[in-house]
């Protein structure tokens, strides 16, 4: 990436324009993934677990009577679509963040122990104060993403904090949650039975109330992470190099483990602990668009989302007339994609 000295009085970091036709390529990029994701919406509503014809989905969905297919329509595929738009957004942003806070290609929303501090909390919840709704758990979710994000933070050494110190008081804080984890489920297997489908990842439990709760922390979440995309520029490129060029370091990675809390914080609690979005989208938006953070944030924000409705759609079909878990779904296509992006990124630089 190219960089200019900044002005002797500016504090925000000067990052040359990329040449207009480049420019050009990329937005009309982004449009066509905005298309995608509109017809990954479409199909998302229109295809489940239970077949139906087209007219009586567009029945649900603009001259619903109360029957049992408009219902299945407008209270459960338009929900969980909705879901699976704002979690992917959430997912894809928190992991293209993390990945240009650590200057770690491999980190991904976990790192910080988000998801461990919301599965501590939930099994918390359900074994000690009897919660037993979804409804009842997902804030209990929430503040335990939020309070380990906060405490991983100070353990990474607060102002002084690195990303080397960051990923790995996040890494333990996640080794000893998870085993007080499984620690609370194997001794309450109320817990356990009540807590598996929760952490396997699924949209199956979305509903309007729910996404009226969370929506406005992803959506925080989404203004702080696009208001960022200039100093996480310059801090990928190295502390030193950072500041030289301007950035505020310390206000930065703040404001960057805020973001991530309040997306993947979000996330998780609505959906579960869902692997791989957060990890793959960052990846194939950078084979798209290069390094500029100003462009990888828009596009993970439209195709986190397209890979995640879309590994739903497919859970929904491929086992009619049950249906496999959104998370088991992404783990088993990201598996893959990921081992080829990163063959395919080791061989670009041989």
């Known amino acids: 990436m190219l960089v200019e000295s900044p002005p002797e009085r500016s504090g925000t970091p000067v990052v040359a324009e990329p040449p207009r036709g480049r420019r050009a390529v990329r937005g009309a990029g982004l449009v066509a993934a905005v298309v995608l994701l509109a017809a990954v919406c479409v199909a998302s509503v229109a295809v489940g677990a239970k077949s139906m014809p087209l007219g009586d989905v567009w029945h649900g969905l603009f001259a619903s009577t109360g029957t049992r297919d408009d219902v299945i329509v407008s209270q459960v595929r338009v929900p969980r679509t909705v879901l699976g738009l704002l979690a992917g957004a959430a997912l894809g942003l928190a992991g293209a963040v993390m990945q240009a806070l650590t200057r770690n290609p491999l980190a991904e929303p976990g790192l910080l122990g988000v998801n461990a501090g919301a599965a501590a909390a939930v099994v918390s919840a359900i074994s000690f104060l009897g919660v037993n709704t979804f ?53 309450n297997t109320a817990a356990l039975d009540q807590i598996r489908f929760w952490t396997v990842g699924s949209l199956a439990s979305a509903d309007m109330s729910t996404i009226r709760k969370l929506w406005p922390f992803i959506a925080a979440g989404v203004v702080l992470s696009l208001l960022i995309a200039r100093p996480l520029n310059a801090m990928e490129m190295g502390d030193d190099t950072a500041r030289a060029l301007g950035a505020h370091l310390t206000r930065t990675r703040i404001l960057a483990m805020t973001a991530v809390t309040l997306l993947c914080g979000a996330a998780t609690a609505a959906c579960g602990p869902i692997v791989f979005v957060g990890l793959m989208v960052p990846h194939l938006v950078r084979s798209i668009t290069g390094p500029d953070m100003r462009w990888i944030l828009p596009y993970a924000a439209v195709l986190a989302p397209v890979l995640l409705v879309g590994s739903d759609v497919v859970g929904r079909v491929v086992a009619r007339p049950s249906e496999v878990q959104v998370g088991i779904v992404t783990a088993l296509i990201g598996g893959p994609v990921f081992i080829h992006l990163v063959r395919r990124r080791r061989m670009a630089k041989l």
């Open 135 to 187: 409804t009842g758990y997902v804030w209990f979710a929430f503040v335990g993403a939020a309070v380990v994000s906060a405490a991983v933070y100070l353990l990474g050494g607060s102002r002084s904090a690195t990303p080397v110190r960051l990923a790995l008081a996040g890494t333990a804080a996640s080794a000893a949650l998870y085993g007080y984890v499984n620690a609370v489920q194997l001794l």
